[in-house]
């Protein structure tokens, strides 16, 4: 059983930063796929990123394209998204998620390739 922990959310005000982390509590953890969700209140939990299982393979969806960026530091077993430009729109609870076993990469946006979940954590972009 993999455990994630998610952190490093906040407040921040719009064209602001911030680095979530997603820490996982195996060392198999550099063998699956990582993403990223997240889900505003009313709305439907979203794709942000993904990473692979190399880390040489990145999938952003539109709305972030350009200002967040994945990575993952196997070494420490944890994958981070760091995330540039904030916009109020970016205001959600944030989630990573872990996939074990191979997939195809356009079913990395889909919640229901992964096995794993953080608890998430809250990001507020607002003045």
């Known amino acids: 059983q993999v455990q994630l922990v998610e952190s490093g959310g906040g407040l921040v005000p719009p064209g602001g930063s911030l680095r979530l982390s997603c820490a996982a509590s195996?060392?198999?953890?550099?063998?699956?796929?990582v993403g990223w969700f997240r889900q505003a209140p009313g709305k439907e939990r979203e794709s942000v990123a993904a990473?692979?299982?190399?880390?040489?393979?990145?999938y952003y969806s539109d709305s972030v394209k350009g200002r967040f960026t994945i990575s993952r530091d196997s070494a420490k077993n944890t994958v981070y998204l760091q995330m540039n430009s904030l916009e109020p729109e970016d205001t959600a609870v944030y989630y990573c998620?872990?996939?074990?076993?191979?997939?195809?990469?356009?079913?990395?946006?889909?919640?229901?390739?992964?096995?794993?979940w953080g608890q998430g954590t809250q990001v507020t972009v607002s003045s």
């Open positions: 195996e060392r198999t953890f550099r063998m699956i796929y």
């Open positions: 998620a872990a996939r074990a076993g191979r997939t195809i990469s356009s079913l990395l946006s889909f919640s229901s390739s992964y096995h794993y």
């Open positions: 990473i692979d299982s190399s880390g040489g393979n990145t």
